[in-house]
T-cell receptor, first 110, second 112 residues
């Protein structure tokens, strides 16, 4: 399974876009990229996932580079409630295993 | 819908005791899984199930048993608790496969 590398922590001003990077240089062609977040010690919350095209939903946008070795999660207008740990995860299609790393701790500042 | 529920919220055990962590979902999801999260770490998959009667091991299965007799319930059994099993345990479910998993609130377990 491909592993992911994320910065340990980031700050973002409230109302600005939060751009969270993730490196997955060993990703294979059939591996999806998923993003989850964990607020305080709650259960993780699904945000978005993609294979090779950029994706957008009501929560965020996912930008995947053409070579698929990295991706960026974009929260377009960060709020204080977006303060959380964000996990970038890669999963092989047909398997049932996510490999969670330690994630990026995003702090949104007032 | 209540979503994914877990009981108990907190538990303290002594070394060698056994117990069952309960997980239930009311969304008719086929896929269910158990993770543990140690302090400052990401989640690690313990066991998962792709449907009633079918279970399989994840990344860290030793010391844990599971069964899936119904679609709704997926209990996790600690056979003989050890201090190394002190962790927060999360149950998750999804309609099919691990896509878009819904996580429960967690059970905080301390083994003395």
């Amino acid at each position: 399974d491909a592993k992911t590398t994320q910065p340990t922590s980031m700050d973002c001003a409230e109302g600005r876009a939060a751009n969270l990077p993730c490196n997955h240089s060993t990703i294979s062609g059939n591996e999806y990229v998923y993003w989850y977040r964990q607020i305080h010690s709650q259960g993780p919350q699904y945000i978005i996932h993609g294979l090779k095209n950029n994706e957008t939903n009501e929560m965020a946008s996912l930008i995947i580079t053409e070579d698929r070795k990295s991706s960026t999660l974009i929260l377009p207008h960060a709020t204080l409630r977006d303060t959380a740990v964000y996990y970038c995860i890669v999963r092989v299609v047909g398997t049932y295993k996510y490999i969670f790393g330690t994630g990026t701790r995003l702090k949104v500042l007032a | 819908n209540a979503g994914v529920t877990q009981t108990p919220k907190f538990q303290v055990l002594k070394t060698g005791q056994s117990m069952t962590l309960q997980c239930a979902q009311d969304m008719n999801h086929e896929y269910m899984s158990w993770y543990r999260q140690d302090p400052g770490m990401g989640l690690r998959l313990i066991h998962y199930s792709v449907g009633a009667g079918i279970t399989d091991q994840g990344e860290v299965p030793n010391g844990y048993n599971v069964s899936r007799s119904t679609t709704e319930d997926f209990p996790l059994r600690l056979l003989s608790a050890a201090p190394s099993q002190t962790s927060v345990y999360f149950c998750a479910s999804s309609l099919q496969g691990p896509d878009t998993q819904y996580f429960g609130p967690g059970t905080r377990l301390t083994v003395l």
